[in-house]
């Protein structure tokens, strides 16, 4: 009999502002809150998870030496239970979800927990950069691509150029993902994926006095005249998330009820210059691979790193694709929720789940850019 991968369960924290509410928990003990309410809440013996594959972008210090293996340790999961971490820049744990996906399809996992952490607010980002010995980028990367700085603000704004996005367009989008995100906050559409975490229990990032007066008052971020600023880009943020992931054999043996199961997964790169439009092809390789389309999909999450990215794939996978931009983030983004890195893959699964639950949709679809010009996509199916 073929084996599948399905999802019995899918928690997160709260994400919180940088400096906000959960600064002062320490990222394993942040990942460990999610851990150990995915056990409690679907009741399953801690023992019998096989590995837990967790993603985070800034591995040093709080967040170094294993803060997947730390974090289990921390959420009291026995000792036999073994952790790895993933850095697939901000699709880690989207990347982690993948993994653990193919572990179960081919036999080498029964029961794995895919999830991610970061805290920005402890561990900045680049840290792992500015202090390291030396330069990521090698002379022979120099050598393939002369002259240029591999920056994510320039390309937000090389791709606004591309794509001919206006300022305004990217304010309307930023605007929205906060009208959206306050009004499932407010309608508890995000309770039942939400664990609390140090008295923090909704997402501090969604501003009700955001409007679009404010948003047009803000300086431009990376380019003097430009079109990405700070309110239609990501929130730094701190968060968890957790995914309890195994067969459907394995669900009805252990009593489990089944969410969704992955139906495809793709991953693709790009331009690393351009590097935030990895999520176009990606897009294309994973429907193609599941056989659908784009108006198949009941709810999509495509990360917004930048306001810009979301409506360079919508412009470009337009058309005779019929985007229905309705079903795209239908409960906000990263420009209102937030973006903790190495945890908002897990996050945006987990919050695309819910949604398909409520709506009573069947497909969903996940995309995210990622540093170095790389993207995941995500086909999940309710069940």
Known sequence: MSRDAVIVGAVRTPLGKRGGGLAGVHPVDLAAEALRALVERTGVDAGLVEDVVFGCVSQAGEQAVN??????????????????????????????????AAGLVAGHYDLVVAGGVESMSRVPMLCTVSNGPGDPWS???FARYPDFRFDQGTAAEAIA???????????????????????????????????????????EG?????????LAGLRPAFLEGGQ??????????DGAAALLMTTSDKARELGLKPLARIHSVAVKGGDPVEMLTATIPATLSVLARSGLRLADMDSIEI?????TVVLAWAKELGGDRDIDMKKVNPRGGAIA??????????RLMTTLLHTLHDTGGR?????????????????????
């Open 206 to 214: 969604p501003r009700t006095t955001t409007s679009a007066d404010a």
């Open 303 to 307: 990360n917004e790193a930048f306001a």
């Open 363 to 383: 497909y969903g679809l996940q995309v995210m850019c990622e540093g170095g010009g790389m993207a995941n996509a995500t086909v999940i199916e309710r069940i």
């Open 67 to 100: 803060v997947g293996r730390n974090a289990l340790l921390a959420a009291g999961y026995p000792e036999s239970v073994p952790g790895t971490t993933v850095d697939r820049q901000c699709g880690s744990s989207q990347q982690a979800a993948h993994f653990a």
């Open 228 to 237: 990405v600023t700070a309110g239609n880009s990501s929130q730094i943020s």
């Open 139 to 141: 002379p022979g990367i």
């Open 337 to 346: 929720l937030g973006h903790p890195l190495g945890a908002s893959g897990a």
């Open 161 to 203: 150029d591309k794509w001919s996005i206006t300022r305004g367009e990217a304010d309307q989008l930023a605007l929205e993902s906060h009208e959206r995100a306050i009004a499932a906050r407010d309608s508890g559409a995000f309770d039942a994926e939400i664990v609390p975490v140090a008295g923090v229990s909704t997402d």
